[in-house]
């Protein structure tokens, strides 16, 4: 029986990140984490698809990383941007070292699972600039977590699974209907409000419309405005 921890924060990458490690016939245990973000209503998203996708076990890890500020999307004192940004700017939205964190933490259950894989749903081309999310972390993070683990030096490599890398967004939204992802149950936006209704303004709200529309299905996403 192979095992995999799946990083699940409510969101539609990470939703069809795990159905793909279930159809890869991995025995899936999430992870997700309340590190201060702005849209707690992700968190009840994530409770919704592990209930949903039938995983062995979930985790949610709290976590302050709220108090280090830094990011729009754990820093109320800093506005969402609602405008979309420039292309060679890592916008303030970027939370710093989240996915360093996120990952460490999902290693540390590998190992005490006996997990041979992590995967993680991270994207390379419809994304917002962010450098944890780039095939170079992956592979770095990867290397490290074999140097620094007792699973790693006895030769039980723990492998950093990317599927969704180099897929777009209209890719990743028509795999995960073909694995049978309800993405009515996901929450993506940065400012969703307690009803998990998305705004319709802020970059991750126009890069999962998109995602639809290009991938000619239907958008079950809530609103609480119209969106631009």
Known sequence: MKKA?????????????LAIAREQGYTCYAISFDYGQRANSELDAA????????????????????????????????????????P?????TYVPARNTVFLSYALGWAEVLDA?????????????????????????????????TRAGVEGHAISIE??????????????????????????????????????GRCDSCRLRRKGFVDAGVEDPTRYFQAPH
């Open 116 to 148: 041979s894989a992590i995967f993680i749903g991270v994207n390379a081309l419809d994304y917002s600039g962010y450098p944890d999310c780039r095939p170079d972390f992956i592979g770095a993070f990867e290397r490290m977590a074999n140097l620094a």
């Open 162 to 199: 990317a599927p969704l890398i180099n897929m777009s967004k209209a890719d990743i939204i028509r795999c995960g209907v073909d694995s049978g992802v309800d993405y009515g149950l996901t929450v993506s936006c940065y400012q969703a409000d307690g009803e998990g209704r998305a705004c």
């Open 88 to 92: 060679d700017e890592i916008p303030v």
């Open 5 to 17: 921890v799946i990083l699940v924060s409510g969101g539609l990458d990470s939703a069809t990140c």
């Open 47 to 86: 409770r919704r698809l592990v209930a949903a996708m039938e995983v062995e076990q979930h985790l949610v890890i709290p976590l302050g990383m709220g108090q280090l500020g830094g990011s729009a999307l754990t820093d109320t004192s800093l506005d969402v941007p609602e405008e979309e940004g420039s």
